[in-house]
């Protein structure tokens, strides 16, 4: 199974990189070859609040679309995605932000991700770690863009 694990110091607080994470509407602006978002429903929690949203992603002649479960934790700076429907067999991503004391703030990003079709599991496989860097740094990209000062 494809795991990537990912840790940046960006100059934004963890609040603001936070806030980008979690705007899972806005991803088709800015996140490469996710070409949709719909929340399905979202519902407060203890802490928190979750979202059920849809994501399509599309490359080259691969189009799907896929479900997941966000769960928001904005005191403890973590949001954690869990697959619900799609293509996948298993997906499971944490994102975590803390300030630094210095200034800016710490982004720890982890993904576990299967394929149902061992066939694009195992073309997806040769360009995993490429494709989780490119996905981070649109994240770095587009903070900079929103943030700047």
């Given at each position: ?116 079709n061992p066939i694009l599991a195992s073309v997806i496989g ?24």
């Amino acid at each position: 199974m494809p795991h990537h694990h990912e840790t940046r110091q960006l100059p934004h607080s963890a609040a603001q990189m936070y806030a980008l994470v979690a705007d899972v509407g806005r991803y088709p602006e800015f996140l490469p070859w996710n070409s949709a978002a719909r929340i399905r429903s979202r519902y407060p929690i203890d802490g928190g609040e979750v979202l059920e949203v849809d994501l399509v992603i599309s490359f080259k002649l691969f189009r799907e679309k896929f479900g997941s479960r966000v769960v928001l934790c904005p005191e403890q700076g973590r949001i954690e995605t869990e697959y619900l429907d799609g293509p996948l067999k298993q997906l499971k991503s944490v994102w975590l932000f803390r300030d630094l004391a210095s200034g800016g703030s710490e982004v720890d990003f982890t993904v576990d991700f299967e394929f149902r079709n061992p066939i694009l599991a195992s073309v997806i496989g040769l360009v995993f770690n490429e494709a989780m860097t490119r996905i981070v740094r649109a994240f770095e990209t587009r903070a900079k863009a929103i943030y700047a000062d």
